[in-house]
């Protein structure tokens, strides 16, 4: 029989637990010594907000799946219990929710909470998946009865059979605080593209002003759009629309300042609206196009009315002809304010550099004064060209500033040509700018991928 004195004697489990117990709070009050733990919670929450925005810009540069994995926000609340406090009551770091079918419903149920009542930026990736599990359609109605704190709105379904679901989810309710809506949605070939448009967020969207339609998105599933500012229009699957009903998107909004156009987009059998009815985008500053079969460069070029045009890329030009010629001699009248000029049209090239040259005869005025950056495929021949541009528009008083050149050949290779003079800087073109400029990093560079 044990005596009175080994009843109060603790157990060796007691022991070491009590000595775990004492090495915690033991390393807690070490931690509070540490001159960080004198930091004020609001610095550190600065803090650790820029550091989430690092990691977030270096997982865009490097890969995507860094953010699937190692999240910062979560990494912190593991450093130290100080650390586990402000993080946690930091909501800022729990507004960025990333659903897939990789995430538990209460990670998301978690990030919903800790963000408390700010705005969400929300990214729904269903890429390479052939069908929605329980647990993530549960978890896409749960961040949906959040949508009115929606900020930013990413949906990349893989197949229209998975698209559908959210798109109906979405079609008649409102998104008052939703300024970025990016949609991604491609056929699958099972029968949904015998149904009507949908049309999203019937009741409104208000501070809506960046969208992108991608693939059946484009013609099926298109949000309010009348104060949209920046429109990405990507054809990705041949589902082409009316002209009229392009006609109606891009003016939709008198505030359209960047439109972004990828793929043939018009019906082959209709033809593009010309000078006589032209569409007009009197607000429109950055225009991007990239095409198929080439219809769309003429079509756009000569049948658009956009006279503040400051920026224009044309990737990949393919198509030939009269159409195409017009359209380049049309472009220094109609757009006489350009700024920037992207082009990776390589038999385009001598023609362009023939007319910024020199002043146009008929008016004796330098083609786009105001033009300040010239980017294209460079080929040697064009050498004497490029001289004769720059030395043209330096004695006019519109000099150029900024010579990008699209060349597997090293800049200090081409030192021989007297273009490196002291107010041109001369780069090399390996990738396209940001766009558009000044979008002070509200797009993805994921998302945006079809002009790299």
Request: hydrophobic share 40%; aromatic share 8%.
């Amino acid at each position: 029989m044990p005596t009175a004195f080994e009843d109060i004697m603790p157990t060796p489990e007691l022991r070491e637990q009590d000595a775990e117990t004492s090495q915690v709070w033991l390393l807690r009050f070490s931690n509070s010594l540490a001159p960080i733990s004198a930091i004020p919670p609001e610095i550190l929450s600065l803090i650790f907000e820029f550091g989430q925005a690092i990691e977030r810009d270096d997982a865009q540069s490097e890969d995507s799946s860094l953010l699937s994995t190692n999240l910062f926000e979560v990494l912190i609340t593991h450093v130290s219990s100080h650390f586990r406090n402000v993080a946690i009551s930091t909501c800022m770091l729990w507004t960025s929710i990333d659903i897939s079918p990789a995430r538990s419903t209460e990670e998301i149920s978690t990030y919903l909470s800790r963000s408390n009542h700010c705005q969400l930026f929300i990214r729904i990736d269903l890429e390479g998946e052939l069908s929605l599990s329980a647990r993530t359609m549960a978890n896409i109605e749960i961040a949906l009865h959040h949508l009115y704190r929606y900020r930013s709105f990413v949906i990349v379904s893989g197949p229209e059979s998975l698209g559908n679901h959210i798109m109906h989810c979405l079609s008649g309710v409102d998104a008052p605080t939703l300024e970025h809506l990016s949609i991604d949605i491609r056929n699958d070939d099972v029968g949904y593209l015998a149904g009507s448009d949908v049309g999203i967020l019937r009741k409104g969207a208000p501070r809506l002003s960046f969208v992108r339609l991608r693939g059946l998105a484009m013609s099926l599933f298109r949000p309010p759009l009348e104060n949209v500012t920046t429109l990405h229009i990507d054809q990705t699957e041949p589902l082409p629309i009316l002209v009229e009903t392009f006609r109606r998107m891009v003016t939709a909004s008198p505030h359209l300042a960047n439109l972004s156009v990828y793929g043939d987009i018009i019906n082959v059998q209709q033809t593009w609206p010309g000078s006589s009815n032209p569409i007009e985008l009197p607000s429109l500053r950055q225009l991007r196009i990239c095409g198929v079969d080439g219809m769309i460069y003429p079509g756009l070029l000569l049948g658009i009315n956009a006279p503040g045009l400051e920026s224009l890329v044309l990737k990949d030009v393919s198509a030939s002809g009269c159409l195409l010629i017009e359209a380049y001699k049309n472009i220094f009248q109609v757009f006489p304010l350009i700024t920037s000029f992207t082009t990776t049209h390589f038999t385009s090239i001598p023609r362009i550099l023939l007319e910024l040259a020199e002043p146009a005869s008929e008016m004796n005025d330098i083609p786009w004064p105001e033009l300040h950056t010239l980017t294209f495929l460079l080929n040697l021949s064009d050498a004497d060209l490029i001289e004769d541009v720059l030395r043209g528009r330096q004695a006019s008083g519109h000099p150029l500033t900024r010579l990008r050149l699209g060349t597997v050949h090293s800049l200090s290779a081409l030192q021989q040509y007297d273009w490196q003079r002291d107010n041109v800087v001369v780069e090399k073109f390996d990738h396209f700018d940001q766009w558009p400029f000044a979008s002070y990093g509200i797009d993805s560079n994921w998302d945006d991928d079809l002009f790299n």
